[in-house]
């Protein structure tokens, strides 16, 4: 009798421990899909930064190629023509100036 009360114990320890063992895998796949999820909205988040960043990168791209533009258009007489005659008003000597009265 005292080697069945053993064993209906053993059968009750298993019976236990699986149902421990069964309930910290259902705690273990919730934290795992939750952290999932949590990561998906972080990953989402991160895609569109990523995408204004590259967006921004492409204007001052062009921001800079218009730049170096204008450099180059700084070193040509025609650009130092044009900003003499309309910051300092000048004229090539043979040029007849003739103003209109507004």
Do not use: C, H, P
């Not at 895998?25 to 989402?44: D, F, I, T």
């Amino acid at each position: 009798m005292a080697k069945r009360r053993i064993r209906i114990r053993k059968k009750g320890q298993n019976r236990v421990g699986m149902v421990l063992v069964l309930l910290v895998l259902v705690l273990l796949m919730v934290v795992v899909s939750m952290s999932s999820r949590q990561l998906e909205e972080k990953l989402a988040t991160y895609q569109q930064k990523e995408k204004s960043l590259n967006e921004q990168l492409e204007a001052e791209k062009a921001r800079s190629e218009e730049i170096e533009e204008f450099k180059k258009y700084t070193k040509t007489m025609k650009y130092i023509e044009e900003t003499a005659r309309e910051k300092l008003g000048l004229v090539y000597e043979d040029e007849i100036l003739i103003k209109t009265e507004d």
